[in-house]
């Protein structure tokens, strides 16, 4: 029963995964605003929220099935580690990451209605999510878990103060909102590329090349929009007032 459903689960993962791996790009590299990236803006965010949604019964079939579910595997802790605990974590940041980048757009002009329960839940969650993925990987000596962890608490540290501030930057909902997006396309490449690389490449599994190349170049599409839009918050604020 349980092989069966995660079968059904990985099936549509793909399916889902693969829609926000490459609807992603069009926001990223179109005009900044335009309809088009509005658009394709909210086919990724969504595509994100049902792919992390769809992994989480994933990562839960693994944790109690382990060897059932990854029959080419004999280890079953380490198939619990990295498929069900790391998979888990990884989920629950892509849907907290894509919902907190709608969030940030949808709220620009009402920054006090980011500070939900929902929105707070989220970071919560992640962070425990994140700090077992550590400890999990401390417990299996796999260094890579505990630094991808990192990125999680991290993440849910830097949102959770940017929810409960009471009056943001200008154009800080702008930064959040890409951060939270990008952020949720690193997450899924890196789940696509580390998982890929376990069943596909079994040789390459745990090589940090592997793990780190959706972070390193999803962190530079980040420095290069934050660089641009903190240059417009410069503008805007160094234009004389008026009387």
Same mark, same amino acid.
């Given at each position: 029963?349980?092989?069966?459903?995660?079968?059904?689960?990985?099936?549509?993962?793909?399916? @889902?995964?693969?829609?926000?791996?490459?609807?992603?790009?069009?926001?990223?590299?179109?005009? !900044?605003? @335009?309809?088009?990236?509005?658009?394709?803006? !909210?086919?990724? /965010?969504?595509?994100?929220?049902?792919?992390?949604?769809?992994? *989480?019964?994933?990562?839960?079939?693994?944790?109690?099935?382990?060897?059932?579910?990854?029959?080419?595997?004999?280890?079953?802790? $380490?198939?619990?580690?990295?498929?069900?605990?790391?998979?888990?974590?990884?989920?629950?940041?892509?849907?907290?990451?894509?919902?907190?980048?709608?969030?940030?757009?949808?709220? !620009?002009?009402?920054?006090?209605?980011?500070?939900? /329960?929902?929105?707070?839940?989220?970071?919560?969650?992640?962070?425990?999510?994140?700090?077992?993925?550590?400890?999990?990987?401390?417990?299996?000596?796999?260094?890579?878990?505990?630094?991808? /962890?990192?990125?999680? $608490?991290?993440?849910?540290? $830097?949102?959770?103060?940017?929810?409960?501030?009471?009056?943001? %930057?200008?154009?800080?909902?702008? *930064?959040?909102?890409?951060?939270?997006?990008?952020? /949720?396309?690193?997450?899924?490449?890196?789940?696509?590329?580390?998982?890929?690389?376990?069943?596909? $490449?079994?040789?390459?599994?745990?090589?940090?090349?592997?793990?780190?190349?959706?972070?390193?170049?999803?962190?530079?599409?980040?420095?290069?929009?934050?660089? !641009?839009?903190?240059?417009?918050?410069?503008?805007?604020?160094?234009? %004389?007032?008026?009387?």
């Amino acid at each position: 029963m349980v092989t069966h459903l995660f079968e059904v689960l990985i099936a549509l993962h793909i399916v @889902s995964g693969s829609v926000g791996l490459i609807s992603m790009w069009v926001p990223v590299v179109g005009r !900044k605003g @335009s309809v088009t990236h509005k658009r394709w803006g !909210k086919v990724f /965010a969504w595509s994100m929220l049902i792919t992390g949604s769809i992994a *989480i019964g994933i990562s839960l079939c693994t944790l109690h099935s382990p060897l059932e579910t990854h029959p080419f595997w004999d280890d079953a802790a $380490l198939v619990r580690g990295v498929f069900g605990w790391m998979m888990l974590y990884l989920a629950i940041m892509t849907i907290m990451l894509a919902w907190y980048g709608l969030l940030c757009i949808r709220n !620009k002009r009402a920054h006090a209605r980011n500070l939900n /329960a929902v929105n707070l839940v989220l970071q919560f969650l992640t962070f425990v999510a994140a700090a077992n993925c550590m400890v999990q990987g401390y417990w299996l000596g796999q260094p890579l878990m505990m630094g991808i /962890a990192v990125v999680g $608490l991290t993440a849910a540290v $830097l949102n959770t103060r940017f929810i409960l501030q009471r009056e943001p %930057p200008v154009n800080e909902w702008l *930064i959040q909102h890409t951060r939270g997006l990008v952020g /949720a396309g690193i997450s899924v490449y890196t789940a696509f590329l580390a998982f890929g690389a376990v069943n596909l $490449l079994p040789a390459y599994a745990f090589n940090p090349v592997v793990w780190a190349t959706p972070t390193v170049l999803g962190v530079g599409v980040l420095l290069y929009h934050q660089a !641009k839009i903190t240059r417009a918050r410069r503008r805007l604020t160094a234009r %004389p007032v008026s009387t």
